[in-house]
Nanobody, 124 residues
């Protein structure tokens, strides 16, 4: 069972950038497809982005397309989320998840093994 730990969150002004990291242990990261999700206060957890096991294929929610980039370094057992042009509506706790398979709509894939999350706050 893979264990995931997110980091890199913080407070940033609108228009700024942050890079989140998701470090995996307990299993080989390349065995999993990975995703980032976020949960704003009082709202359900929502899909942000996904990347296949090799990094060759990525997919994004419309709300972040063109601003966020998901990547991975299997040698370092780490997945990243580069977030640019941040907006106040990006404020949320960000989680990474792992799945053994991706479905045609990656947002509906059975992600799990959630970490504790990392808080991202974007101010005006």
């Amino acid at each position: 069972q893979v264990r995931l730990v997110e980091s890199g969150g913080g407070l940033v002004q609108a228009g700024g950038s942050l890079r989140l990291s998701c470090a995996a242990s307990g299993d080989t990261l390349s065995s999993y497809h990975m995703g980032w999700f976020r949960q704003a206060p009082g709202k359900e957890r929502r899909y942000v982005a996904a990347i296949n096991w090799s990094g060759a294929t990525t997919h994004y929610a419309d709300s972040v397309k063109g601003r966020f980039t998901i990547s991975r370094d299997n040698a370092k057992n780490t997945v990243y989320l580069q977030m640019n042009k941040l907006k106040p509506e990006d404020t949320a706790v960000y989680y990474c998840g792992a799945t053994s398979y991706l479905v045609s709509d990656p947002a509906k894939s059975p992600f799990g093994s959630w970490g504790q999350g990392t808080q991202v706050t974007v101010s005006l």
